[in-house]
């Protein structure tokens, strides 16, 4: 099937919750996800269905009793055998004409479209997700999908390159070969469907192993790439652990590239296992990561509070602080310092939480009973590294729940200061001027997102200048990337600086060839 003509690219619009009609149909949505729960899902490989006999289980971080699913668990034996086959059947799939490609992306939208307040429940229920969290999850994966099928249409027809006389020059775009994509929790749709989409849509196989933690969500991503039409052998789905199964893939001589998306520490290990040579690999494996931040918003002595302080407390807390963009430090003018926190204590005392299906709920719990206590031990240690304002109790019900905390005075060397934590702790240091302000925020092996808060243009304009971060945001919140809008990536120990939803990104996954003939 040939693709029609696109229209012009736009971000999926967002259903606004305050409206009665839209929170109604959600909580619908959720009530007939819940009739689905517990069921077991299997992997896919080779097209077709497969379990092992193991099976691991995900459940409701607000409500840990309560079973997601269970998902087939696979072994190094299955993910050798998804890779083979992926590299088997690449040939067949790259030469798919790139229409038809596109054609089965812009179907993966309609039917996320068409399904979006489900998705979002599932987002709710095994992500612990907010209303307005799932929402924009579920859009953006709308907009990757959109997205990239419009910037492979491009690079299907590039723009002409020099034509020297006597000859017809060109340069094409091919797909590189079997990659793996290993997408993070936290946004288990939306990257999960952008970096598997853009892999596809440039007429790669892929084998997909997504995170233990929200195996679910994949498993109807995946069920929605098949309903569109995508060929069974183009995907596999292979959930299981990194140490076994994640190793294997990336290991594995036909592997030609890894996106991955998740800590720093897993993303170096990956770029260290795929960088050794294996016995007959006959490339250099390319690895697309993105590995995290310490995100910083830098706050000027004549900006306005009231602004500023919304800006770093929903950077800092929604979804609890469990983005990589989140803001996880505030650098503050020693002018405005004391009313800074001020501020910012009270409109984080005013956040709600709790179960995540409650649309009263701003907050809901962090991903784990591991995360929590990961957290709760940060807390402890920012206590000891400087004035604790907020936060650190846990709710009282039977879900993953922390409060957001606060902690003033934090020094540049301390912990919190310094390393991820990923979830709702902010630490906030006193700069004495803009400049020392700079000098902090980019005291950091990160560098993936950062904001500025001041009225000053000249401010600006060295922020833009000097703010070492691959998403630079001035006068707004640091979280909330838009496809197209704004590509995302970050450098240093952020990642590889990729920037999905650009129109660079594709590029990760294509390899260009440059042909030149000779006319008679």
Known sequence: MIAPALPAYANEAYADFNVPANRQRQQEAIAAV???????????????????????????????????????????????????????????????????????????????????????????????????????????????????????????????????????????????????????????????????????????????????????????????LFESGLPERALNLCVGSGSEVGDTLVTHPQTRFVSFTGSREIGLRINELAARPQPGCIWIKRVVAEMGGKDAILVDDDCNIEAAATGVVQSAFGFQGQKCSACSRAIVHQDIYEKFIGVVKAKTEALTQGPAEDPGNY???????????????????????????????????????????????????????????????????????????????NDSDYGLTGAVYTRDRNKLDKARRHFHVGNLYLNRKCTGAMVGAHPFGGFNMSGTDSKAGGPDYLLQFLQAKSIAEKIP
């Open 34 to 224: 819940r009739g689905q729960l517990g069921r077991q899902y299997e992997n896919w490989i080779a097209g077709r269905a497969v379990q092992t006999g193991e099976w691991l289980e995900s459940v409701n971080p607000s409500h840990p009793s309560e079973i997601i699913g269970r998902h087939a668990k696979a072994n190094a034996e299955q993910a050798r055998q998804a890779v083979q086959d992926a590299h088997a059947f690449f040939p067949q799939w790259a030469q798919t004409p790139v229409e038809q490609r596109v054609a089965i992306l812009t179907r993966t939208a309609e039917v996320l479209r068409r399904r979006k307040f489900e998705f979002n429940a599932w987002l709710i229920l095994e992500a612990g997700k907010s209303f307005a969290e799932a929402e924009a999850d579920t859009a953006e994966a709308i907009d990757f999908c959109e997205y990239y099928a419009r910037q492979m249409l491009r690079l299907a027809d590039p723009d002409p390159i020099v034509q020297l006389p006597g000859e017809k020059n060109e340069m094409v775009y091919l797909p590189l070969g079997v990659g793996i994509v290993i997408p993070p929790w936290n946004f288990p749709l939306a990257i999960l469907a952008g970096t598997t989409a853009a892999a596809l849509v440039c007429g790669n196989t892929v084998v997909l192993k997504p995170s233990s933690e929200t195996p679910i969500i994949a498993a109807k991503f995946v069920e929605a």
């Open 363 to 441: 907050m809901g719990p962090v991903i784990s009973a591991k995360a929590k206590q990961t957290i709760s031990n940060y807390i402890e240690t920012g206590k000891a590294e400087g004035r604790f304002i907020t936060g650190g109790a846990t709710y009282t019900g039977d879900g993953y729940f922390i409060r957001p905390t606060i902690i003033a005075d934090v020094d540049s060397k301390a912990r919190i200061f310094q390393e991820e934590i990923f979830g709702p702790v902010l630490a906030i240091t006193k700069a004495m001027d803009f400049d020392h302000g700079l000098t902090l925020v």
